[in-house]
Nanobody, 123 residues
């Protein structure tokens, strides 16, 4: 079992920055790849980013590449999403996810999800 708790969402102006955090706990949590998905009202889920267990492999959606950075804490139990140059189109509920590999998260095959944190970007 893995429990995921997100934090760091909020309201920010376009061009601003936010850093999301996801704290993972539970048995064998350090063996999971982790990442982020998002969903805006009326839209389907969208993959955002994922990172491997060791932090050496990262995937990004084309829409966020160059603006967002995913990373893991030294202890590997916390993952961050640094979001820079935010755009109104980034407005969504962001969900932390954990799975067997970054690819599993990218393909919506993750095993666990958090409850989400709202990110709102105003223009």
């Amino acid at each position: 079992q893995v429990q995921l708790v997100e934090s760091g969402g909020g309201l920010v102006q376009a061009g601003g920055s936010l850093r999301l955090s996801c704290a993972a706990s539970g048995r064998t949590s350090s063996s999971y790849a982790m990442g982020w998905l998002r969903q805006a009202p009326g839209k389907e889920r969208e993959f955002v980013a994922a990172v491997s267990t060791g932090g050496g492999i990262t995937y990004y959606a084309d829409s966020v590449k160059g603006r967002f950075t995913i990373s893991r804490a030294n202890g590997k139990n916390t993952v961050y999403l640094q979001m820079n140059s935010l755009k109104p189109e980034d407005t969504a509920v962001y969900y932390c996810a954990a799975g067997s590999s970054p690819l599993s998260i990218k393909t919506f095959n993750s095993d666990y999800w958090g409850q989400g944190t709202q990110v709102t970007v105003s223009s």
